[in-house]
């Protein structure tokens, strides 16, 4: 099975400090996301890579960055943390081809103090 | 811009009833489209796609049909179960590119 792993569940980070989420899958996908999910507001797309070192802004990007060094992994970063970045993130991944869908991750429960 | 309207919840129903969310969506092209169910404290689950016109898509019980005249993709299923309960996102998409997504349905059903 296609597996895209985040590297935490819950975390719980103060405002201010700078926080990474990290984002793994094993399937050799070029394309990876990251989005964010609040409830009433669905899911919103922060930012999206469709190959290493490419990154393009999704719909909501500030206050966040990403990186995206190795294929495999696709890290999304809170330059400086604030209580209104409190939500769920999830990261998907998709091929080129666009074969067999997008695999999301379980997603990070983030809470910001 | 591509966008994704969807049924607001909650819905509550009893087991056995029949379930259909609506989803309408607005694209400017000719996307793909997709259910995903979300179950509590999970990632989100692809439930079922069609790719073009008159596509049905079908799994678990569930099934939705592409219209592109009325440019919806509603979900339906004859009878739901308790572990259906779940929250369900419509949402549509053009090649590989980025899914757009509706706001979600939260689907609870009592025994």
């Known amino acids: 099975d296609v597996k895209v792993t985040q590297s935490s569940r819950y975390l719980v980070k103060r405002t201010g400090e700078k926080v990474f989420l990290e984002c793994v899958q094993d399937?050799?996908?070029?394309?990876m996301f990251w989005y964010r999910q609040d409830p009433g507001l669905g899911l919103r797309l922060i930012y999206f890579?469709?190959?290493?070192?490419?990154?393009e802004k999704g719909d909501i990007p500030e206050g966040y960055s990403v990186s995206r060094e190795k294929k495999e992994r696709f890290s999304l970063i809170l330059e400086s943390a604030s209580t209104n970045q409190t939500s769920m993130y999830l990261c998907?991944?998709?091929?080129?081809?666009?074969?067999?869908?997008?695999?999301f991750g379980s997603g990070t429960r983030l809470t910001v103090v | 811009g591509n966008s994704v309207t969807q049924m607001e919840g909650p819905v509550t129903l009893s087991e056995e009833a029949f379930l259909t969310i609506n989803c309408t969506y607005t694209a400017t092209g000719y996307p793909s489209l997709f259910w995903y169910v979300q179950y509590p404290g999970e990632g989100l689950q692809l439930l079922l796609k069609?790719?073009?016109?008159?596509d049905k898509g079908s799994n678990k019980g569930f099934e939705a049909t592409y219209r592109k005249e009325t440019t919806s993709f509603h979900l339906e299923k004859g009878s739901v179960q308790v572990s259906d309960s779940a929250v369900y996102f419509c949402?549509?998409?053009?090649?590989?590119?980025?899914?757009?997504f509706g706001q979600g349905t939260r689907l609870t059903i009592n025994p």
């Open positions: 399937m050799d996908h070029e394309n």
């Open positions: 890579s469709y190959d290493v070192k490419m990154k």
């Open positions: 069609a790719t073009k016109a008159d």
């Open positions: 998907a991944s998709i091929s080129g081809q666009g074969s067999y869908g997008y695999t």
């Open positions: 949402a549509l998409s053009e090649g590989a590119q980025k899914l757009v």
